[in-house]
Protein backbone atom coordinates (compact mmCIF):
# COMPACT_ATOMS: atom_id res chain seq x y z
CA UNK A 1 0.00 0.00 0.00
CA UNK A 2 1.32 3.20 -1.15
CA UNK A 3 1.15 5.97 1.66
CA UNK A 4 2.91 9.32 2.53
CA UNK A 5 4.53 10.12 6.46
CA UNK A 6 3.00 13.63 6.99
CA UNK A 7 4.05 15.48 10.43
CA UNK A 8 0.70 14.12 12.29
CA UNK A 9 0.34 10.70 10.63
CA UNK A 10 0.32 8.70 7.60
CA UNK A 11 -1.92 9.10 4.78
CA UNK A 12 -3.10 7.46 1.69
CA UNK A 13 -3.94 8.45 -1.39
CA UNK A 14 -7.54 7.68 -3.36
CA UNK A 15 -7.18 8.18 -7.33
CA UNK A 16 -9.75 8.53 -10.17
CA UNK A 17 -9.14 8.85 -13.58
CA UNK A 18 -11.28 10.36 -16.19
CA UNK A 19 -9.62 9.42 -19.29
CA UNK A 20 -10.55 10.25 -23.27
CA UNK A 21 -9.31 9.01 -26.27
CA UNK A 22 -9.97 9.90 -29.81
CA UNK A 23 -11.55 7.27 -31.87
CA UNK A 24 -9.90 6.11 -35.23
CA UNK A 25 -12.96 6.67 -37.84
CA UNK A 26 -13.11 8.21 -41.05
CA UNK A 27 -15.34 10.70 -40.20
CA UNK A 28 -16.62 12.68 -37.27
CA UNK A 29 -18.90 11.49 -34.80
CA UNK A 30 -21.37 13.60 -35.88
CA UNK A 31 -20.30 15.30 -39.83
CA UNK A 32 -18.91 13.85 -42.92
CA UNK A 33 -15.56 15.75 -42.36
CA UNK A 34 -12.26 14.28 -42.51
CA UNK A 35 -11.48 12.82 -38.67
CA UNK A 36 -8.19 12.02 -39.12
CA UNK A 37 -6.70 14.82 -36.79
CA UNK A 38 -3.22 15.68 -37.78
CA UNK A 39 -1.01 18.84 -36.48
CA UNK A 40 0.45 19.01 -39.90
CA UNK A 41 -3.19 19.34 -41.90
CA UNK A 42 -3.53 22.98 -42.43
CA UNK A 43 -6.00 24.52 -40.20
CA UNK A 44 -10.25 24.88 -40.72
CA UNK A 45 -9.76 22.46 -43.91
CA UNK A 46 -11.49 19.26 -42.34
CA UNK A 47 -14.11 21.61 -41.39
CA UNK A 48 -18.00 20.71 -41.89
CA UNK A 49 -21.09 22.77 -41.56
CA UNK A 50 -21.93 21.26 -38.80
CA UNK A 51 -18.82 21.43 -36.86
CA UNK A 52 -18.54 25.13 -37.92
CA UNK A 53 -21.65 25.02 -36.13
CA UNK A 54 -23.64 26.79 -39.08
CA UNK A 55 -27.55 27.98 -39.02
CA UNK A 56 -29.93 24.96 -39.70
CA UNK A 57 -27.22 22.17 -39.84
CA UNK A 58 -28.08 19.19 -38.15
CA UNK A 59 -25.66 16.37 -36.34
CA UNK A 60 -26.15 12.35 -38.17
CA UNK A 61 -24.72 9.96 -35.82
CA UNK A 62 -21.46 7.83 -37.32
CA UNK A 63 -22.85 4.55 -36.99
CA UNK A 64 -18.94 3.08 -36.93
CA UNK A 65 -18.50 5.46 -33.93
CA UNK A 66 -20.74 3.86 -32.17
CA UNK A 67 -19.55 0.67 -32.84
CA UNK A 68 -16.11 0.99 -31.90
CA UNK A 69 -17.33 2.57 -28.39
CA UNK A 70 -19.22 -0.86 -28.19
CA UNK A 71 -16.16 -2.60 -29.07
CA UNK A 72 -13.85 -1.17 -26.30
CA UNK A 73 -16.49 -1.67 -24.08
CA UNK A 74 -16.31 -5.30 -24.46
CA UNK A 75 -12.73 -5.00 -24.37
CA UNK A 76 -13.47 -3.56 -20.73
CA UNK A 77 -15.83 -6.15 -19.62
CA UNK A 78 -18.66 -3.62 -19.50
CA UNK A 79 -22.27 -3.91 -19.54
CA UNK A 80 -23.11 -2.71 -23.37
CA UNK A 81 -26.44 -0.39 -22.81
CA UNK A 82 -29.38 -1.52 -24.92
CA UNK A 83 -30.55 2.07 -24.60
CA UNK A 84 -28.95 5.61 -24.39
CA UNK A 85 -29.17 9.03 -25.02
CA UNK A 86 -27.15 12.56 -26.19
CA UNK A 87 -27.41 15.87 -24.21
CA UNK A 88 -25.67 18.90 -24.82
CA UNK A 89 -23.44 19.91 -22.22
CA UNK A 90 -23.56 23.92 -21.86
CA UNK A 91 -20.13 26.09 -21.96
CA UNK A 92 -19.11 28.98 -23.68
CA UNK A 93 -15.57 28.97 -24.85
CA UNK A 94 -13.76 29.80 -27.94
CA UNK A 95 -13.01 26.11 -28.99
CA UNK A 96 -16.80 24.97 -28.97
CA UNK A 97 -18.44 26.55 -31.83
CA UNK A 98 -21.81 25.29 -31.13
CA UNK A 99 -21.62 26.72 -27.57
CA UNK A 100 -21.95 23.24 -26.05
CA UNK A 101 -20.85 20.08 -26.38
CA UNK A 102 -22.96 16.89 -27.53
CA UNK A 103 -21.68 14.16 -24.76
CA UNK A 104 -23.87 11.10 -22.60
CA UNK A 105 -25.27 12.75 -19.59
CA UNK A 106 -23.81 11.23 -16.23
CA UNK A 107 -27.30 10.63 -15.00
CA UNK A 108 -28.28 8.55 -17.97
CA UNK A 109 -26.64 5.32 -18.83
CA UNK A 110 -23.92 5.78 -21.26
CA UNK A 111 -23.75 3.44 -24.18
CA UNK A 112 -20.45 1.52 -21.81
CA UNK A 113 -21.78 0.98 -18.46
CA UNK A 114 -19.86 -0.60 -15.80
CA UNK A 115 -16.33 -2.52 -16.63
CA UNK A 116 -13.35 -3.31 -15.15
CA UNK A 117 -9.48 -3.82 -15.91
CA UNK A 118 -6.80 -5.86 -13.99
CA UNK A 119 -3.89 -4.31 -13.47
CA UNK A 120 -0.66 -5.22 -11.36
CA UNK A 121 -1.22 -3.70 -7.71
CA UNK A 122 1.77 -2.31 -5.81
CA UNK A 123 1.85 -5.40 -3.98
CA UNK A 124 2.67 -7.38 -6.66
CA UNK A 125 -0.80 -8.87 -7.01
CA UNK A 126 -3.35 -8.62 -9.69
CA UNK A 127 -5.78 -5.86 -9.02
CA UNK A 128 -9.19 -5.22 -10.70
CA UNK A 129 -9.74 -1.40 -11.53
CA UNK A 130 -13.73 -1.10 -11.97
CA UNK A 131 -15.07 1.66 -14.10
CA UNK A 132 -18.07 3.29 -14.02
CA UNK A 133 -18.66 4.14 -17.71
CA UNK A 134 -17.16 4.84 -20.84
CA UNK A 135 -19.39 7.83 -23.10
CA UNK A 136 -19.42 9.12 -26.25
CA UNK A 137 -18.88 12.93 -26.90
CA UNK A 138 -17.52 15.23 -29.42
CA UNK A 139 -14.46 17.01 -28.99
CA UNK A 140 -13.29 20.67 -29.37
CA UNK A 141 -11.65 22.88 -31.37
CA UNK A 142 -8.09 23.33 -30.44
CA UNK A 143 -6.80 27.14 -29.73
CA UNK A 144 -3.98 28.65 -30.66
CA UNK A 145 -2.11 31.57 -28.57
CA UNK A 146 1.08 31.37 -29.81
CA UNK A 147 0.97 32.45 -33.33
CA UNK A 148 0.26 36.56 -32.12
CA UNK A 149 1.23 38.57 -30.05
CA UNK A 150 -1.90 39.74 -28.90
CA UNK A 151 -4.63 37.51 -30.35
CA UNK A 152 -5.63 33.62 -30.39
CA UNK A 153 -6.73 31.55 -33.37
CA UNK A 154 -9.41 28.65 -33.62
CA UNK A 155 -8.25 25.52 -35.56
CA UNK A 156 -11.65 23.78 -35.86
CA UNK A 157 -10.62 20.67 -37.42
CA UNK A 158 -10.40 18.61 -34.38
CA UNK A 159 -14.04 19.40 -33.61
CA UNK A 160 -16.52 16.89 -33.72
CA UNK A 161 -13.99 14.24 -33.65
CA UNK A 162 -15.25 11.16 -31.18
CA UNK A 163 -13.97 10.91 -27.96
CA UNK A 164 -14.59 8.00 -25.58
CA UNK A 165 -14.30 9.33 -22.00
CA UNK A 166 -13.42 6.28 -19.54
CA UNK A 167 -14.80 7.00 -15.92
CA UNK A 168 -12.84 5.58 -13.17
CA UNK A 169 -15.43 4.04 -10.22
CA UNK A 170 -15.25 4.84 -6.41
CA UNK A 171 -17.41 3.01 -4.52
CA UNK A 172 -18.76 5.43 -2.28
CA UNK A 173 -21.87 2.94 -0.55
CA UNK A 174 -18.44 0.36 0.15
CA UNK A 175 -15.40 1.76 1.75
CA UNK A 176 -14.01 -1.64 1.72
CA UNK A 177 -14.27 -2.38 -2.10
CA UNK A 178 -11.02 -1.02 -3.01
CA UNK A 179 -11.52 -1.47 -6.33
CA UNK A 180 -9.59 1.71 -7.13
CA UNK A 181 -6.39 3.46 -8.30
CA UNK A 182 -4.30 4.17 -4.59
CA UNK A 183 -0.54 5.32 -5.87
CA UNK A 184 0.94 6.72 -9.31
CA UNK A 185 2.40 3.45 -10.65
CA UNK A 186 -1.13 1.95 -10.15
CA UNK A 187 -2.71 5.07 -12.21
CA UNK A 188 0.58 4.74 -14.45
CA UNK A 189 -0.34 1.05 -14.96
CA UNK A 190 -3.89 1.49 -15.21
CA UNK A 191 -3.33 3.86 -18.15
CA UNK A 192 -0.76 1.94 -20.21
CA UNK A 193 -4.07 -1.25 -19.90
CA UNK A 194 -6.61 1.63 -21.20
CA UNK A 195 -4.10 2.37 -24.08
CA UNK A 196 -3.27 -1.23 -24.51
CA UNK A 197 -7.02 -2.31 -25.23
CA UNK A 198 -7.45 0.74 -27.13
CA UNK A 199 -4.87 0.03 -29.88
CA UNK A 200 -5.40 -3.45 -29.83
CA UNK A 201 -8.87 -3.11 -31.05
CA UNK A 202 -8.10 -0.59 -33.41
CA UNK A 203 -10.48 2.22 -31.42
CA UNK A 204 -8.06 4.72 -31.09
CA UNK A 205 -4.02 5.84 -31.29
CA UNK A 206 -4.27 6.36 -27.91
CA UNK A 207 -0.67 7.95 -28.18
CA UNK A 208 -0.46 10.91 -25.57
CA UNK A 209 2.54 12.76 -26.96
CA UNK A 210 0.00 13.94 -30.28
CA UNK A 211 -2.91 14.26 -27.78
CA UNK A 212 -5.23 11.56 -28.84
CA UNK A 213 -5.14 10.09 -25.09
CA UNK A 214 -5.35 12.37 -22.19
CA UNK A 215 -6.62 12.16 -18.34
CA UNK A 216 -8.17 14.44 -15.90
CA UNK A 217 -6.45 13.19 -12.81
CA UNK A 218 -9.36 13.86 -9.35
CA UNK A 219 -6.92 13.13 -6.03
CA UNK A 220 -8.32 13.03 -2.52
CA UNK A 221 -6.26 11.75 0.54
CA UNK A 222 -7.14 10.46 3.65
CA UNK A 223 -5.34 9.55 7.26
CA UNK A 224 -4.68 5.50 6.85
CA UNK A 225 -7.53 3.44 8.81
CA UNK A 226 -10.52 5.94 7.64
CA UNK A 227 -13.32 5.18 5.86
CA UNK A 228 -14.97 8.16 4.03
CA UNK A 229 -13.64 10.01 1.43
CA UNK A 230 -12.72 13.34 1.44
CA UNK A 231 -12.81 16.38 -0.94
CA UNK A 232 -11.38 15.65 -4.39
CA UNK A 233 -9.35 17.89 -7.05
CA UNK A 234 -9.11 17.70 -10.54
CA UNK A 235 -6.00 18.69 -12.47
CA UNK A 236 -7.14 18.56 -16.49
CA UNK A 237 -5.62 17.45 -19.68
CA UNK A 238 -2.93 15.48 -18.60
CA UNK A 239 -0.65 13.70 -21.46
CA UNK A 240 2.53 12.38 -19.61
CA UNK A 241 2.90 9.70 -17.91
CA UNK A 242 5.76 10.63 -16.14
CA UNK A 243 3.69 14.15 -14.97
CA UNK A 244 0.48 12.83 -14.23
CA UNK A 245 2.56 10.65 -11.96
CA UNK A 246 4.54 13.70 -10.47
CA UNK A 247 0.86 15.72 -10.67
CA UNK A 248 -0.59 13.00 -8.26
CA UNK A 249 2.40 13.23 -5.59
CA UNK A 250 2.54 16.80 -5.91
CA UNK A 251 -0.84 17.21 -5.17
CA UNK A 252 -1.57 14.80 -2.60
CA UNK A 253 1.02 16.29 -0.35
CA UNK A 254 -0.48 19.63 -1.19
CA UNK A 255 -3.50 18.36 0.50
CA UNK A 256 -1.85 16.74 3.19
CA UNK A 257 0.06 19.69 4.11
CA UNK A 258 -3.77 22.09 4.24
CA UNK A 259 -5.12 19.31 6.33
CA UNK A 260 -2.67 19.19 8.87
CA UNK A 261 -2.52 23.10 9.07
CA UNK A 262 -6.30 22.79 10.00
CA UNK A 263 -7.16 24.30 6.45
CA UNK A 264 -10.01 22.60 4.53
CA UNK A 265 -9.21 21.49 0.43
CA UNK A 266 -11.69 23.00 -1.86
CA UNK A 267 -13.00 20.72 -4.63
CA UNK A 268 -11.12 22.82 -7.52
CA UNK A 269 -10.00 22.31 -11.40
CA UNK A 270 -6.15 21.85 -11.00
CA UNK A 271 -3.51 23.61 -13.46
CA UNK A 272 -0.29 21.11 -13.65
CA UNK A 273 2.73 23.07 -14.28
CA UNK A 274 5.64 20.96 -15.36
CA UNK A 275 8.35 23.06 -14.83
CA UNK A 276 8.31 24.01 -11.60
CA UNK A 277 6.30 20.50 -10.36
CA UNK A 278 2.95 22.22 -9.00
CA UNK A 279 -0.27 22.66 -9.33
CA UNK A 280 -2.51 25.54 -9.13
CA UNK A 281 -6.19 26.73 -8.67
CA UNK A 282 -7.54 26.97 -12.43
CA UNK A 283 -10.71 27.55 -10.83
CA UNK A 284 -13.89 25.92 -8.93
CA UNK A 285 -14.71 22.55 -9.58
CA UNK A 286 -18.20 22.79 -11.76
CA UNK A 287 -21.07 20.19 -11.11
CA UNK A 288 -23.67 19.29 -13.68
CA UNK A 289 -26.04 21.60 -12.75
CA UNK A 290 -23.22 24.44 -14.08
CA UNK A 291 -23.80 22.42 -17.49
CA UNK A 292 -27.25 22.82 -17.67
CA UNK A 293 -27.10 19.44 -19.50
CA UNK A 294 -30.65 19.00 -21.63
CA UNK A 295 -31.97 16.40 -24.27
CA UNK A 296 -30.15 17.10 -27.43
CA UNK A 297 -33.31 17.18 -29.47
CA UNK A 298 -31.97 16.86 -32.82
CA UNK A 299 -30.36 13.21 -31.99
CA UNK A 300 -32.77 10.45 -31.11
CA UNK A 301 -32.02 8.22 -28.61
CA UNK A 302 -29.65 5.39 -29.31
CA UNK A 303 -31.19 1.55 -29.57
CA UNK A 304 -28.07 -1.14 -29.60
CA UNK A 305 -29.82 -4.75 -29.81
CA UNK A 306 -27.91 -8.11 -28.57
CA UNK A 307 -27.35 -9.24 -32.18
CA UNK A 308 -25.28 -5.93 -32.95
CA UNK A 309 -23.21 -6.90 -29.92
CA UNK A 310 -22.37 -10.39 -30.56
CA UNK A 311 -21.72 -9.26 -34.46
CA UNK A 312 -19.05 -7.06 -33.15
CA UNK A 313 -17.77 -9.26 -30.21
CA UNK A 314 -16.94 -11.90 -33.23
CA UNK A 315 -14.83 -9.51 -34.87
CA UNK A 316 -12.75 -8.75 -31.95
CA UNK A 317 -9.14 -10.09 -31.61
CA UNK A 318 -7.12 -11.64 -28.88
CA UNK A 319 -6.22 -8.87 -26.05
CA UNK A 320 -3.16 -8.17 -25.06
CA UNK A 321 -3.78 -9.86 -21.20
CA UNK A 322 -5.17 -13.28 -23.19
CA UNK A 323 -1.60 -13.34 -25.37
CA UNK A 324 0.40 -12.55 -22.59
CA UNK A 325 -1.37 -15.51 -20.61
CA UNK A 326 -1.00 -17.91 -23.87
CA UNK A 327 2.90 -16.81 -23.92
CA UNK A 328 3.25 -18.04 -20.10
CA UNK A 329 1.04 -21.23 -20.31
CA UNK A 330 1.68 -22.24 -23.93
CA UNK A 331 5.40 -21.72 -24.32
CA UNK A 332 6.89 -21.16 -20.77
CA UNK A 333 7.79 -17.57 -21.13
CA UNK A 334 8.54 -15.28 -18.39
CA UNK A 335 6.29 -12.58 -16.80
CA UNK A 336 8.96 -10.42 -18.07
CA UNK A 337 9.03 -11.65 -21.60
CA UNK A 338 5.52 -12.04 -22.14
CA UNK A 339 5.52 -8.68 -21.16
CA UNK A 340 7.51 -7.01 -23.67
CA UNK A 341 6.36 -9.06 -26.10
CA UNK A 342 3.15 -7.76 -25.76
CA UNK A 343 3.95 -4.12 -25.95
CA UNK A 344 2.00 -3.49 -28.74
CA UNK A 345 -0.09 -6.02 -31.39
CA UNK A 346 2.36 -5.51 -33.95
CA UNK A 347 4.75 -6.93 -32.17
CA UNK A 348 2.86 -9.86 -30.60
CA UNK A 349 1.87 -10.44 -34.36
CA UNK A 350 5.65 -10.33 -35.41
CA UNK A 351 6.38 -12.45 -32.74
CA UNK A 352 4.33 -15.24 -33.45
CA UNK A 353 4.95 -15.03 -37.03
CA UNK A 354 8.35 -15.98 -36.19
CA UNK A 355 7.26 -18.89 -33.85
CA UNK A 356 4.56 -19.91 -36.29
CA UNK A 357 3.26 -22.84 -33.77
CA UNK A 358 6.72 -24.03 -32.69
CA UNK A 359 6.66 -24.52 -29.24
CA UNK A 360 10.21 -25.39 -29.17
CA UNK A 361 11.12 -22.13 -31.34
CA UNK A 362 9.09 -19.52 -28.81
CA UNK A 363 11.93 -19.10 -25.95
CA UNK A 364 14.65 -18.68 -28.59
CA UNK A 365 13.25 -16.33 -30.75
CA UNK A 366 12.10 -14.70 -27.33
CA UNK A 367 15.25 -13.77 -26.55
CA UNK A 368 16.47 -12.86 -30.00
CA UNK A 369 13.84 -9.82 -30.28
CA UNK A 370 14.14 -8.85 -26.38
CA UNK A 371 18.26 -8.74 -26.64
CA UNK A 372 18.92 -8.21 -30.10
CA UNK A 373 16.45 -6.99 -32.30
CA UNK A 374 14.19 -4.11 -30.20
CA UNK A 375 17.85 -2.97 -30.12
CA UNK A 376 17.40 -2.10 -33.70
CA UNK A 377 14.76 -0.77 -34.29
CA UNK A 378 15.45 0.99 -37.54
CA UNK A 379 16.36 -3.04 -38.58
CA UNK A 380 12.95 -4.49 -38.23
CA UNK A 381 9.59 -3.15 -39.22
CA UNK A 382 7.03 -4.59 -36.91
CA UNK A 383 4.51 -2.61 -37.59
CA UNK A 384 4.33 -3.12 -41.82
CA UNK A 385 6.46 -6.20 -41.55
CA UNK A 386 8.51 -5.29 -44.98
CA UNK A 387 10.95 -7.21 -45.81
CA UNK A 388 14.41 -6.26 -48.29
CA UNK A 389 16.12 -3.53 -48.09
CA UNK A 390 13.96 -0.05 -47.23
CA UNK A 391 16.11 3.02 -47.94
CA UNK A 392 19.57 1.26 -47.62
CA UNK A 393 18.83 -0.75 -44.66
CA UNK A 394 18.04 -4.87 -44.82
CA UNK A 395 14.71 -5.26 -43.25
CA UNK A 396 15.01 -8.78 -40.56
CA UNK A 397 11.79 -10.38 -41.08
CA UNK A 398 9.89 -13.45 -38.69
CA UNK A 399 10.93 -15.88 -41.31
CA UNK A 400 14.96 -14.62 -40.99
CA UNK A 401 15.09 -15.11 -37.20
CA UNK A 402 12.86 -18.16 -37.01
CA UNK A 403 15.39 -19.77 -40.12
CA UNK A 404 18.28 -18.03 -37.48
CA UNK A 405 16.87 -20.33 -34.30
CA UNK A 406 16.46 -23.16 -36.28
CA UNK A 407 19.84 -23.37 -37.40
CA UNK A 408 21.39 -23.25 -34.07
CA UNK A 409 18.78 -25.63 -32.95
CA UNK A 410 19.94 -28.24 -35.77
CA UNK A 411 23.48 -27.51 -34.85
CA UNK A 412 24.31 -26.02 -38.27
CA UNK A 413 25.89 -22.95 -36.72
CA UNK A 414 26.82 -22.40 -32.72
CA UNK A 415 25.65 -18.77 -31.07
CA UNK A 416 28.66 -17.29 -32.12
CA UNK A 417 27.91 -17.96 -35.65
CA UNK A 418 24.17 -16.76 -35.27
CA UNK A 419 25.62 -13.53 -34.32
CA UNK A 420 27.58 -13.14 -36.64
CA UNK A 421 25.25 -13.86 -39.43
CA UNK A 422 22.82 -11.49 -37.62
CA UNK A 423 25.16 -8.62 -37.28
CA UNK A 424 25.89 -8.78 -40.92
CA UNK A 425 21.85 -8.99 -41.34
CA UNK A 426 22.20 -5.40 -40.07
CA UNK A 427 24.88 -4.39 -42.09
CA UNK A 428 22.66 -5.13 -45.28
CA UNK A 429 23.59 -8.48 -46.21
CA UNK A 430 21.36 -10.02 -48.85
CA UNK A 431 20.11 -13.76 -48.58
CA UNK A 432 18.99 -15.65 -46.23
CA UNK A 433 20.50 -17.10 -42.81
CA UNK A 434 21.54 -19.97 -44.56
CA UNK A 435 22.70 -18.60 -47.72
CA UNK A 436 24.52 -15.95 -45.42
CA UNK A 437 26.15 -18.62 -43.91
CA UNK A 438 27.25 -20.63 -46.65
CA UNK A 439 28.63 -17.39 -48.61
CA UNK A 440 31.05 -16.71 -45.47
CA UNK A 441 32.06 -20.44 -44.90
CA UNK A 442 30.23 -20.03 -41.26
CA UNK A 443 28.59 -23.53 -41.84
CA UNK A 444 29.57 -25.66 -37.73
CA UNK A 445 31.61 -28.41 -38.02
CA UNK A 446 29.70 -31.40 -37.13
CA UNK A 447 31.82 -34.23 -38.34
CA UNK A 448 33.61 -36.21 -35.06
CA UNK A 449 36.34 -37.42 -37.42
CA UNK A 450 37.46 -34.04 -37.88
CA UNK A 451 37.08 -32.73 -34.76
CA UNK A 452 38.28 -35.79 -33.40
CA UNK A 453 41.72 -35.36 -35.34
CA UNK A 454 41.51 -31.35 -33.46
CA UNK A 455 41.35 -32.82 -30.34
CA UNK A 456 44.08 -35.14 -30.51
CA UNK A 457 46.92 -32.39 -32.08
CA UNK A 458 45.25 -30.06 -28.73
CA UNK A 459 46.20 -32.75 -26.37
CA UNK A 460 49.53 -33.27 -28.02
CA UNK A 461 50.41 -30.01 -28.66
CA UNK A 462 49.97 -29.28 -24.59
CA UNK A 463 51.70 -31.73 -22.49
CA UNK A 464 51.73 -29.46 -19.11
CA UNK A 465 48.34 -28.37 -19.56
CA UNK A 466 47.33 -32.31 -20.09
CA UNK A 467 49.29 -33.33 -16.82
CA UNK A 468 47.30 -30.29 -14.69
CA UNK A 469 44.19 -31.52 -15.88
CA UNK A 470 44.81 -34.69 -14.99
CA UNK A 471 45.75 -33.76 -11.27
CA UNK A 472 42.56 -31.85 -11.13
CA UNK A 473 42.81 -28.31 -11.90
CA UNK A 474 39.58 -28.79 -14.13
CA UNK A 475 38.90 -25.62 -15.30
CA UNK A 476 41.72 -26.17 -17.94
CA UNK A 477 39.07 -27.55 -19.56
CA UNK A 478 38.00 -24.18 -21.21
CA UNK A 479 41.90 -23.61 -22.08
CA UNK A 480 41.14 -27.02 -24.14
CA UNK A 481 38.38 -25.86 -25.73
CA UNK A 482 38.94 -22.72 -26.47
CA UNK A 483 42.28 -24.20 -28.61
CA UNK A 484 40.04 -26.68 -30.45
CA UNK A 485 37.92 -24.10 -31.69
CA UNK A 486 40.65 -21.79 -32.74
CA UNK A 487 42.19 -24.77 -34.80
CA UNK A 488 38.83 -25.29 -36.13
CA UNK A 489 37.98 -21.42 -36.97
CA UNK A 490 35.50 -21.53 -34.57
CA UNK A 491 33.30 -23.92 -36.48
CA UNK A 492 33.47 -26.48 -34.62
CA UNK A 493 29.99 -27.72 -32.23
CA UNK A 494 31.04 -26.69 -28.75
CA UNK A 495 29.10 -29.58 -27.24
CA UNK A 496 30.97 -32.17 -29.07
CA UNK A 497 34.61 -30.17 -28.27
CA UNK A 498 33.06 -30.84 -24.37
CA UNK A 499 32.08 -34.03 -24.39
CA UNK A 500 35.07 -35.57 -26.47
CA UNK A 501 37.83 -33.45 -24.49
CA UNK A 502 36.12 -34.98 -21.19
CA UNK A 503 36.31 -38.62 -22.49
CA UNK A 504 40.23 -38.20 -23.76
CA UNK A 505 41.32 -36.24 -20.90
CA UNK A 506 39.78 -38.63 -18.06
Known amino acids: MFTIKGKTGTWEIVIG ?42 PVLNEYCVDQAIKFGLGINAEISHRSKF ?38 NPKKILIERAHMEQDAAKNKHDMH ?13 MLLEIVTFLDTKNPENNSYITSPDEAERYLRQIREIARALGVSKANMEEG ?22 ETKNMVSFKFIKAAIEYEARRQIEIYENGGTVSQDTMRYHPDDNITTVMRSKE ?32 LPSATRVRYIEKFGLSEYDATRLTETVDISHWYDAAVDGKAERAKPIANWMISELFAHPENYDIENQKSGVVDGMRIITPNDLAELVDMIASAEINGKQAKEIFIKMLDGESGTPHEIADKFGMKQITDTGAIETAVDEVIKNNPA ?42
Open 17 to 58: LETHIEVLSNSKIFSGASADYNPSVAPNTQVSMVDAAMPGML
Open 87 to 124: ARKQYFYPDLPQGYQISQPAEEPPIVGRGWVEIMGDDG
Open 149 to 161: PTKSFVDLNRSGV
Open 212 to 233: SMRADVNVSVRPVGEKTFRTRT
Open 287 to 318: NALDYRYFPDPDLLPLIITDERVERIRKTMPE
Open 465 to 506: QVEQYKSGKTGLLGFFVGNVMKATSGKANPAVVNEMLTKKLG
